[in-house]
């Protein structure tokens, strides 16, 4: 399950747009966090994605991409003219396609290697899945079959594309919009797939004007119950229009960690406490199966992209990381799997956040401070680089590897006092026993 969010030039700070999105996926499932330069190729080259294979186009884009280590595609990303894209599962009343086919991670790579304006994007999305349709598992371990919905953005617009098999609705974004595992268009979409308005005509959805209700006529109600993607749709939103106006890229990392209100309202907040699903989300034991494993916030100026990055599962115990796709990717991180490799920058810091949920609320208060102090001053030193030397300036370069080395020591400090800190003698719980058993499936060595 995965929450995404925009906020149109109108709503922020700055007048810059402002993209945020959160992956949830298996506890052990690890992202790897790349860079891919612009490449050509030849005219009959091929590309094989996640199930499928299809022809290349003569060149790609350079990327920076999220991606689950198993899977071709991407969770969500950006390209170096500043589009940026992310997708989510979508549940309908009418079964997700079983059979190998494009996944939703692989449409968000394609569109983002080949297409060079968020209209662009949108456009070859919907035609590759009309070509190609949509399917095949989607889980690492478990079986995990779904439709998909994507927020596409660039500098100057934003779009929402929610799909049911190959039927798919476009709608534009005017101000801020969330994004969760629901179908949310209603009749307020600007384009759709000539296969949907006409089963809508011969199924009777459609008013005198030819109008219907997308999200209504298929939105699966029992599926949505599970993974309270509505309610994590309408939180988004509540949150974003808090901060209409004001909203910045540190706001919008203060979105991605929110644990609901019933956090909000309780200090000794604990994620055992939450029985449903939370726009930051830590696994548990029972349907829970999933944790937000990584986050992006990127900020779309016209005169260029700046992206935060974590890189790493739980964003309320992690620190956003500038990314600059001209200054290149300060990490020669080594490709993690599913088992615990301290060489992995995903699970050196797994080990840490686990740490944290022995005793979540006191941990987390002896870090948060930290966290947000060292994420403010990442923040000011990137913008004073950006305008002193702009966004590929030898400048811009050392700030951000500064501010990688910073974060990557101060979590090594966390973990330091961490492990120094002794937990509160407590019962056995279900929680518990559930990340043990997924610590030993990982080899994640004991804490």
Known sequence: MCDSLVAMPGATAAGSLIFAKNIDRERNEAQLLELHPRRKHAHDATVHLTYITIAQVPQTHAVL???????????????????VIGNEAMFARIPASRKRSLIGMDLVRLALERASTAADAVDLIVGLLERYGQGGNCGLRGRSYYDNGFIVADAREAFVIETVGTWWVVERVNY??????ALSIGRSFDRSSEALRMHAQA???????GGFDFAAQLIDPQRDRITFGRGRCARGTELLERRKGSITALGMMAI????????????????????????????????????????????????????WMTGTAAPCTSIFKPVVLEAGLPIGDHPPTDQFDDRSLWWRHESLHRSLLRDFSHRLDTIRKERDAVEKSFVERIDDAWKKGGPSSELMRAAIQQCWSEAQATERNWAAVLQATPVPRKAANSFDRSWNRYNDIASLPRI
Request: aromatic share 8%; hydrophobic share 40%; charged share 20%.
């Open 65 to 83: 991409l999220s991606r689950p280590f198993w899977i071709w595609g991407a969770e969500m990303g950006a390209n170096e003219f500043g589009v």
């Open 176 to 181: 801020v919009r969330a994004l969760s595992n």
């Open 203 to 209: 199924e009777g959805w459609c008013d005198k004007a």
């Open 256 to 307: 991605l960690r929110d644990h609901g209100p019933g956090a909000e309202a309780d200090p000794h907040w604990h994620p055992i406490a939450t029985v449903g699903r939370t726009i930051c989300m830590h696994a548990a034991a029972g349907p829970r199966l999933g944790q937000t494993t990584g986050s992006m916030v990127s900020e779309l100026r016209d005169e260029g992209s700046l992206h």
